[in-house]
Nanobody
Framework: QVQLAESGGGLVQDGGSLRLSCAASGRTFRTYAMGWHRQIPGKERGFVAAMRWGGGSTEYADSVKGRFSISRSIAANTVYLQMNSLKPEDTAVYYC????????????WGQGTQVTVSS
């Protein structure tokens, strides 16, 4: 089993920045990738960014390219999401996710952290 603990959400003004953190514990040696998703009320959860744990390659949703950056600390089993130039439409609950080696989907999720961008 893997546990994910997110932190760093909050309230920020339009154009501001926040950094989210997600620390993984448990059977983390089987990590294939870690990433971030978000859910706006009334909408389905959507992909934001991901990083392959082994090689460090990254992927971003078009809506956040150039503004958000995903990074990691292998020693700390932690993934970060640096969010710059935030917009009101970035307001959502942000979820950390982990995909294990051999899994065909994100199979572990954090509890979510609220990010609110005021205009």
């Amino acid at each position: 089993q893997v546990q994910l603990a997110e932190s760093g959400g909050g309230l920020v003004q339009d154009g501001g920045s926040l950094r989210l953190s997600c620390a993984a514990s448990g059977r983390t040696f089987r990590t294939y990738a870690m990433g971030w998703h978000r859910q706006i009320p009334g909408k389905e959860r959507g992909f934001v960014a991901a990083m392959r744990w082994g090689g460090g390659s990254t992927e971003y949703a078009d809506s956040v390219k150039g503004r958000f950056s995903i990074s990691r600390s292998i020693a700390a089993n932690t993934v970060y999401l640096q969010m710059n130039s935030l917009k009101p439409e970035d307001t959502a609950v942000y979820y950390c996710a982990l995909q294990s080696i051999g899994a065909d989907r994100w199979n572990y999720w954090g509890q979510g952290t609220q990010v609110t961008v005021s205009s």
